[in-house]
């Protein structure tokens, strides 16, 4: 597994673990929803920050990694840059703020199901059940977190 992966999971869960001890979650504000808790995690962003810096732009995370420029140094970029260096893709970073990863899914405890993208429990299992799923693939060799 590479460093970034190993990051990853490790975003992942620690992401989980500020949710599970109280953060601040709200799916409708860019700071203190499934992303911007993991975007707090990576960066050293407050959620106030991000939230400043993610209004600058039009839409949610989906499009703010879709619209990602590498060179623009502007604040909200250089948030999505550091999901990007994680291994994150475009698609990776949809799911994540709608919590809707089939992949992901299946790695639930007790089996596949939907989950709602608003429900701090919800995020909660996301994350892990997303880093069980990237410790699984390294235990098995695969070494690629694609979308």
Request: aromatic share 8%.
């Amino acid at each position: 597994m590479t460093n970034s992966q190993q990051t990853l999971i490790e975003a992942l869960r620690a992401t989980a673990q500020r949710l599970r001890s109280g953060a601040t979650y709200s799916w409708g504000h860019h700071g203190q929803c499934n992303c911007g808790n993991l975007a707090q995690v990576v960066t050293s962003f407050t959620e106030a920050e991000i939230q400043r810096y993610a209004i600058t732009v039009n839409g949610e995370w989906t499009e703010m990694a879709l619209e990602y420029c590498p060179t623009s140094n502007a604040p909200v970029d250089l948030i999505v840059e550091k999901l990007v260096e994680l291994g994150l893709t475009h698609n990776d970073i949809h799911h994540i703020e709608y919590l809707s990863d089939k992949r992901v899914l299946k790695h639930l405890p007790g089996g596949f199901r939907w989950l709602k993208r608003n429900k701090r429990e919800d995020a909660i299992l996301y994350f892990e059940a997303f880093a069980a799923m990237l410790e699984q693939k390294q235990e098995r060799g695969v070494l690629v977190l694609a979308s």
